[in-house]
T-cell receptor, first 116, second 114 residues
Framework: DAGITQSPRHKVTETGTPVTLRCHQTENHRYMYWYRQDPGHGLRLIHYSYGVKDTDKGEVSDGYSVSRSKTEDFLLTLESATSSQTSVYFC???????????????FGEGSRLTVL | AQSVTQLGSHVSVSEGALVLLRCNYSSSVPPYLFWYVQYPNQGLQLLLKYTSAATLVKGINGFEAEFKKSETSFHLTKPSAHMSDAAEYFCAVSVKRGAQKLVFGQGTRLTINP
């Protein structure tokens, strides 16, 4: 299994509070991603990183920010959580680009966030 | 923009029957296509991928998929379903050639009846 650890795995919080989810990898892969999974929507990309301090927005980035100060860590922050951000969040990593042999995405086990 | 449509959010088959999960894509450039599987309470794992080599792609656990450009399809099949195949399956397309990002379909939940 790819060495990806997400924390926390479960969190319940209240509307308006800040939340940070952490993704830690031991594979030294260049690319890291945050997706959210919601019924009927599949997985939607929130933000991704293509290197230390290099990040970019995905299709559902509003209300989220990210940081990557080290190769191994990619943090997702909800500055002020809302009920619409209740979801399961997945971190993924890849060594290369989508068409390359190293372009496979490896996923963490997910972080279930409930915003009351 | 690239997109993926999975036909059928739920598919149910009997054990030993053919599994067919449908995926159609939209892409302005030759796509890279993927199928991922998600077992309960787990992350996704790669089943197989098409990256412009052979159009018939074989993956793990006896699954295969055929890229048909004329039909813009990448359907997933398995000749004989097993109870352990019960899971959710996602088709995905790369946003552009050589891109780091994938766009996922809505998912198809596969149920196997004994």
């Amino acid at each position: 299994d790819a060495g990806i650890t997400q924390s926390p795995r479960h969190k319940v919080t209240e509307t308006g509070t800040p939340v940070t989810l952490r993704c830690h990898q031991t594979e030294n892969h260049r690319y890291m991603y945050w997706y959210r999974q919601d019924p009927g929507h599949g997985l939607r990309l929130i933000h991704y990183s293509y290197g230390v301090k290099d990040t970019d927005k995905g299709e559902v980035s509003d209300g989220y920010s990210v940081s990557r100060s080290k190769t191994e860590d990619f943090l997702l922050t909800l500055e002020s959580a809302t009920s619409s951000q209740t979801s399961v969040y997945f971190c993924a990593i890849s060594a290369g680009l989508a068409g390359e042999n190293t372009g496979e995405l490896f996923f963490g086990e997910g972080s279930r966030l409930t915003v009351l | 923009a690239q997109s993926v449509t999975q036909l059928g959010s739920h598919v149910s088959v009997s054990e030993g029957a053919l599994v067919l999960l449908r995926c159609n894509y939209s892409s302005s450039v030759p796509p890279y296509l993927f199928w991922y599987v998600q077992y309960p309470n787990q992350g996704l794992q790669l089943l197989l991928k098409y990256t412009s080599a052979a159009t018939l792609v074989k993956g793990i656990n006896g699954f295969e998929a055929e890229f048909k450009k004329s039909e813009t399809s990448f359907h997933l099949t398995k000749p004989s379903a097993h109870m352990s195949d019960a899971a959710e399956y996602f088709c995905a397309v790369s946003v552009k050639r050589g891109a780091q990002k994938l766009v996922f379909g809505q998912g198809t939940r596969l149920t196997i009846n004994p």
